[in-house]
Each structure stands twice: as structure tokens, then as C-alpha cells.
């Protein structure tokens, strides 16, 4: 599976809100583009993705991604790819869930997504059910939050 560039990608802006779109289509599973990591930092802010526990990675062009409850790409962090979660055409808006990458926002906000499961408030993985994120893909990273998340509440029912 060869990896395409950057250039099949295409920032849009209109009253100061960009998306990002795509200049070919893409099959479910195909590789779209690498996630830049280049630029590493240990806090969060509103151009990064979180890739690891406490590592989020500068994300150039990808920053003009959007959320959606119903996401059209994966930002795999573990193999650094943003891949398509199901057949996009040519000129499609791309979306990926930020909870998929983020445990906890640097800047949250009110999702208006549309999606018949939206929800509704887009803070960080930290924030929703279980039963939220387990419909959606999420980085190992991620999961790992939320094991430790689930083995601290045990241990804290049984001091109870």
C-alpha cells in the first residue's frame, strides 16, 4: 500500500472556518497521508494531535481536520497514517473523531456534527462513556487511559 502526500489534500476557508478536503477518492482502509511528526511537544494546544501519553505532534495541514461523530478517517497514531474509515469520493470534506487521539482537550467544544450519535460537548476521551467509545476507533494510547482509568476506579470502590 503505497502512502500519498499532502498535495491530494486542500484547505478550504470560508468567514474564518477552514476545512480540509480531498482532491481524489479514496477506498475504505487506504492510506491517505502520513501524520507529520516533526514537531513534537508534551502539551496539547489546537494544531496537535495527541500521539502518545504525554506526546502530541504539530500537525501542519492536518490541523484543518474537523470532528465528526461519524468520521470518514482515522488518524492512526501508532503507525503515524491517516487512513480512511470508509470510501471517500473526490472533493469530500475529511473528518476524524478527536477523541479517537485526545484524553483531554486543550480546547473544548460544542459539537454540531449533525450525527444521529453526536456527543454533543467534544472535551476528550476523558469525558465519555465507555459505551460511547466503543464504537468508534480509538488509539492505543487512548485505550490505555482508560484501562488505567477503570483500575484506579476499582481500587478506589474497594477503599470505599
Not at 126 to 147: G, K, Q
Amino acid at each position: 500500500m503505497s502512502t500519498t502526500t499532502m498535495e491530494t489534500l486542500t484547505i478550504k476557508t470560508e468567514n474564518k472556518f477552514r476545512t480540509l478536503t480531498t482532491k481524489r477518492a479514496y477506498k475504505k482502509g487506504e492510506v491517505i497521508c502520513d501524520i507529520p511528526s516533526e514537531n513534537l511537544t508534551n502539551e496539547p494546544n489546537r494544531f496537535t494531535v495527541q500521539i502518545g501519553r504525554d506526546k502530541h505532534t504539530h500537525v501542519g495541514k492536518l490541523a484543518a481536520l474537523n470532528h465528526s461523530c461519524d468520521p470518514n478517517v482515522i488518524l492512526d497514531t501508532e503507525n503515524m497514517k491517516m487512513v480512511a474509515y470508509r470510501d471517500i469520493e473526490k472533493g469530500e470534506e475529511l473528518f476524524f473523531f478527536y477523541p479517537s487521539t485526545e484524553w483531554q482537550m486543550d480546547a473544548p467544544f460544542i459539537c454540531l456534527c449533525g450525527s444521529a450519535n453526536c456527543i454533543n460537548v467534544v472535551a476528550g476521551a476523558r469525558f465519555l462513556p465507555l459505551s460511547t467509545l466503543e464504537r468508534h476507533y480509538l488509539n492505543p494510547h487512548i485505550r490505555e487511559y482508560m484501562i488505567e482509568l477503570l483500575n484506579n476506579t476499582k481500587v478506589h470502590l474497594t477503599e470505599l
